[in-house]
């Protein structure tokens, strides 16, 4: 298997700080792989909570995650700050494609990356629907700066 090639802090556009906590270690003393997936999806659904395009309890249109990779770098271990980049690769008619970098409190370099897809669906029948203008106008932001 290839290595992927590792995206430093400055490739994303967004960064929220995550306390590990105790429970999230393993047996092995580092972080348990499904935890970075937590961290993942924390970040995403906090950035779209505050740009005020998610509301979980009533919004008509939900995201499922379709798909989700995650190449573990270095571990991470409680009492680590995380600090989570997101940035957004793609953006279909109703997709979206998040990159997410998970960095040690202050580094450069990641521990952790990976991203998921999203689908946005109607919660009642889950058939997709199209991203909205707010949703759109709120991806904007993340997507990278062209070269």
């Given at each position: 298997?290839s290595?992927?090639t590792?995206?430093?802090?400055?490739?994303y556009r967004?960064?929220?700080?995550i306390p590990?906590?105790?429970?999230?270690n393993d047996?092995y003393g580092?972080?348990?792989?499904?935890?970075?997936?937590?961290?993942f999806d924390t970040v995403?659904?906090?950035?779209?909570l505050?740009?005020?395009?998610l509301?979980?309890?009533?919004?008509?249109?939900?995201g499922?995650?379709?798909?989700?990779?995650?190449?573990?770098?270095e571990?991470?271990?409680?009492p680590d700050g995380?600090?989570?980049g997101?940035?957004?690769?793609?953006?279909?008619?109703?997709s979206v494609?998040?990159e997410?970098?998970?960095?040690r409190?202050g580094s450069?370099?990641?521990?952790a990356?990976?991203h998921f897809?999203?689908?946005?669906?109607?919660?009642?029948?889950?058939?997709?629907k199209a991203l909205s203008?707010?949703m759109?106008a709120?991806?904007?932001?993340?997507e990278?700066?062209?070269?």
């Amino acid at each position: 298997m290839s290595k992927p090639t590792l995206h430093e802090r400055g490739a994303y556009r967004h960064f929220l700080t995550i306390p590990t906590r105790w429970m999230d270690n393993d047996v092995y003393g580092h972080v348990n792989n499904v935890v970075y997936y937590s961290y993942f999806d924390t970040v995403v659904n906090e950035y779209l909570l505050r740009q005020g395009v998610l509301d979980f309890g009533t919004s008509d249109v939900i995201g499922l995650v379709v798909e989700t990779q995650c190449n573990y770098i270095e571990s991470l271990a409680f009492p680590d700050g995380v600090e989570a980049g997101l940035r957004v690769s793609k953006v279909g008619t109703s997709s979206v494609r998040y990159e997410i970098g998970l960095f040690r409190e202050g580094s450069v370099s990641p521990a952790a990356q990976g991203h998921f897809v999203h689908v946005y669906v109607d919660r009642k029948g889950r058939r997709p629907k199209a991203l909205s203008e707010g949703m759109r106008a709120a991806l904007a932001p993340l997507e990278p700066i062209p070269a």
